[in-house]
């Protein structure tokens, strides 16, 4: 096991933080509201610890390791990004990988999904639960039986979202940022969005938007910020989690070709569409200037892909 986590969570750096760089959009209704798009590439950090996985595993592993233990248990479903970035991080820092995967059906079939089969490449072992044990993974009971089956390990929850990735995440923003009025951020648990108003000035606005469907987050966001500068946008999850239209596929597909930089069907592109519905909306004022978030998930395409020509919809361009 590494003695300092350096080939992945210290480079590049500057000033002990790891620096992405912002991308101007330039798009016709853009220049037409008089708004200001720029996207921080967080996609862009590693080629498969990209965007807020880099940034919640970061302080996850180095815990993990100043205590001595050497296998990280997590949870995720089928096309999970978590999955795949703590089965990499896990290989590259000699750890031992669990990943709880959300689906008991998936058993005989993972070889054929594209996250688990990476997953699986790079050391990680799965166990394949019901729903309904799923929905109690967080209960100290379902802990307790992981425990007896697998003896000790280091829990990151689902999605990675705890105080030390929140604290990962606080690093997202850099003084370069400081210019800009609105900062988005998809939003899946919460983690990402709380680093970010907690590193965010009284100046800003951060704006969530939830790819999954109901009111809970705020809760969920409350117990790691106590700003109240923040705001979530919760029409554009497209039906919920994993939920995907031909318009989406559409909207990502034309971003891509007009900006050459590709957006994820769970998070990222619900986000864009979402920022620039708004701005059509006339909810910007003029001169506003926003900096969106990519937070990754891209490895998720192939998976969505096959299920999109499962119901004879588009694809997305790879």
């Known amino acids: 096991m590494h003695s300092a986590l350096l080939n992945i969570f210290d480079y590049p750096k500057k000033d002990g933080r790891v620096i992405s760089s912002n991308q101007k959009i330039e798009l016709p209704i853009l220049n037409n509201k008089k708004i200001t798009l720029c996207i921080k590439r967080e996609d862009e950090l590693h080629p498969f610890i990209s965007g807020n ?34 089965a990499y991080a896990g290989k590259e820092y000699g750890f031992n990988t669990l990943g709880i ?16 089969k990476f997953a699986h490449a790079n050391g990680m072992q799965f166990k394949f639960v019901t729903r309904d044990w799923y929905r109690g993974k967080e209960e100290l009971v379902a802990i307790e039986g992981l425990k007896k089956e697998f003896g000790s390990f280091y829990r990151i929850p689902e999605g990675g979202t705890n105080s030390l ?49 109901g009111d809970f987050l705020k809760k969920d966001i409350c117990k790691f910020v106590k700003k109240s500068n923040w705001v979530l946008e919760t029409k554009y999850n497209f039906g919920g989690y994993g939920k995907i239209s031909k318009e989406l596929v559409d909207f990502i597909n034309d971003f891509k070709l007009k900006t050459s930089i590709p957006l994820d069907p769970v998070y990222t592109g619900k986000m864009m569409f979402g920022i620039l519905d708004l ?17 990754g998930g891209l490895q998720g395409i192939s998976g969505m892909n096959k299920v999109l020509k499962n119901k004879n919809l588009p694809v997305l361009e790879l």
């Open 53 to 86: 996985k880099y940034r919640k595993l970061k302080y996850n592993i180095k815990e993990a390791e100043n205590r001595g233990i050497k296998t990280l248990l997590t949870y995720g479903g089928a096309y999970s990004n978590h999955i795949a970035a703590t």
């Open 165 to 213: 990735a929140v604290l990962g995440c606080e690093e997202i923003l850099d003084i370069k940022d400081l210019d800009f009025d609105v900062i988005a951020t998809c939003v899946g648990t919460g983690g990402t969005i709380s680093g970010i108003i907690n590193s965010s000035r009284e100046h800003q606005t951060t704006i969530g938007f939830p790819a999954l469907k």
């Open 101 to 116: 995967i959300r689906g008991e059906e998936l058993k005989e079939k993972w070889q054929e999904n594209p996250t688990l």
């Open 279 to 295: 701005v059509a909306q006339d909810y910007f004022k003029p001169g506003t200037k926003i900096l969106a978030i990519h937070t």
